[in-house]
């Protein structure tokens, strides 16, 4: 058995949300192809529209400024809000913010916390150790995102970081 065979580590293994969010990204990316096959195939006909590209369309809630928060401390009730308003203003994957006022997660923090710069840190330090738990070559909350190819694993992250929050009273 060689040096190589033997320093090799097992594979993790990858909770149910893990293995979704790795299911979520592959039928996006099996959608996305499609709407191109789509636009390609009827692009000949008169009058077609083309179809919207499917990863940046978020479904609309039903009434996210109506849902109370599950959530009884500072930290995950500031995590949901954070939630909430990627769902209602959408995702941006390569920066802060974009011209349709879709957000990243750490804006959406910063935005919820109005002004509480130690609760947002606080907040980013939770959702960054759930990232980590999940996605251990994961440095920073940016190259996370920016690797998504989705809002629900984004989505996902921020629920498991309330989550925590919330049964650590934090």
């Known amino acids: 058995m060689s040096t190589a065979t033997a320093t090799r580590l097992a594979p993790p293994v990858l909770d149910l949300d893990a293995r ?3 299911v979520d990204a592959a039928m996006t990316v099996c959608l996305d192809q499609a709407a191109v096959a789509f636009e390609v195939n009827t692009a000949h006909l008169p009058g077609a529209d083309s179809v919207p590209h499917i990863a940046e369309t978020l479904p609309v809630p039903l ?8 959530c ?11 939630r909430i308003r990627i769902e ?21 923090i910063r935005l919820e916390a ?3 710069r ?10 960054l150790d759930r990232i980590q738990d999940q996605f251990a070559d994961a440095e920073t909350i940016p190259s996370w995102n920016a690797a998504q190819t989705s809002a629900a694993p984004v989505l996902l992250a921020l629920d498991h ?10």
Do not use: K, M
């Open 114 to 116: 109005a002004g509480d």
């Open 118 to 127: 130690r609760l947002a840190d606080d907040a980013c330090v939770y959702l």
């Open 161 to 170: 970081a309330a989550h925590h929050a919330h049964t650590h009273n934090a």
């Open 88 to 108: 209602t203003d959408g995702w941006c994957r390569d920066a802060v913010f974009d011209e349709s006022g879709a957000v990243c997660p750490i804006r959406a």
């Open 63 to 70: 009434t996210p400024a109506a849902a109370p928060s599950p």
């Open 72 to 82: 009884q401390t500072p930290i995950a009730d500031l995590l949901h809000r954070a």
């Open 20 to 22: 979704l969010a790795l």
